[in-house]
């Protein structure tokens, strides 16, 4: 049985930046892929960014340019960094882990096993 915690919501101003945490209590946590997925109010959840195991990352079109995933497998700590924020980024974002070939964009929720219980963002204008 796995454990994800995020860290780092809050509130910011368009333009703002934060860095959303994720750690994990899991065995052989350099062995997952992970990833970042966010849920606005009335939306569905939807992919933000991932990362494989090989160190390969993805990220959804509305981020590229303003995100950076990355990961320390020795503090088995998820990171995503996120720059010039946008209302439109007003979310509450979940860390997921789970196991998929390098050739998927990690952004199907069905690749995941274990889930954080989210943090919120909010973006103001």
């Known amino acids: 049985h796995a454990q994800l915690v995020e860290y780092g919501g809050g509130s910011v101003q368009a333009g703002g930046s934060l860095r959303l945490s994720c750690v994990a209590s899991?065995?052989?946590?350099?062995?997952?892929?992970l990833g970042w997925f966010r849920q606005a109010p009335g939306k569905e959840r939807e992919g933000v960014a991932s990362?494989?195991?090989?160190?390969?990352?993805n990220y959804a079109d509305s981020v590229k340019g303003r995100f950076t995933i990355s990961r320390d497998n020795a503090r088995n700590t998820l990171y995503l960094e996120m720059n010039s924020l946008k209302p439109e980024d007003t979310a509450m974002y979940y860390c997921?882990?789970?196991?998929?070939?390098?050739?998927?964009?990690?952004?199907?929720?069905?690749?995941?096993?274990?889930w954080g219980q989210g943090t919120q963002v909010t973006v103001s204008s």
């Open positions: 997921g882990a789970g196991q998929w070939p390098a050739w998927r964009d990690g952004f199907l929720m069905a690749l995941y096993n274990f």
């Open positions: 899991v065995n052989s946590y350099s062995n997952y892929c």
């Open positions: 990362i494989h195991f090989d160190g390969s990352t």
